[in-house]
Nanobody, 122 residues
Framework: VQLQESGPGLVKPSQTLSLACAVS??????????WSWVRQSPGKELEWIGY???????KYSPSLESRASISRDNAKNTVLLQMNNLKPEDTAVYYC???????????????WGRGTQVTVSS
């Protein structure tokens, strides 16, 4: 299983971020695969953003659910993340990851993308 994140790199404050995670090696709708977005800001620990399950159930971190939106494009085998009203503190490396269990613990993720740097700055 391989995951590859892509995104704009630099976003201005208040704008919307759109990231994609292209998956190969398994269908994102395969049973018992749970696809998460995680980020890590400089000097901070990994922060779980949310997940989408193989069946399409979505859950968000309470601290981000008002601004985050996760979806998927089954035809492209891609998981998507949008975050609106970006702030400088959203600057981080954004990762997609997958687990075979319903979890928000990064230690339980089996495969990770390499991450994509997102900088929020005017």
């Amino acid at each position: 299983v391989q995951l590859q994140e892509s995104g704009p790199g630099l976003v201005k404050p208040s704008q919307t971020l759109s990231l994609a995670c292209a998956v190969s090696g398994v269908s994102i709708t395969s049973h018992h695969y749970y696809w998460s977005w995680v980020r890590q800001s400089p000097g901070k620990e990994l922060e779980w953003i949310g997940y989408i399950t193989y069946s399409g159930t979505i859950k968000y971190s309470p601290s981000l659910e008002s601004r985050a939106s996760i979806s998927r494009d089954n035809a492209k085998n891609t998981v998507l993340l949008q975050m609106n009203n970006l702030k400088p503190e959203d600057t981080a490396v954004y990762y997609c990851a997958v687990s075979n269990m319903l979890t928000i613990d990064p230690d339980d993720y089996h495969y990770w993308g390499r991450g994509t740097q997102v900088t929020v700055s005017s």
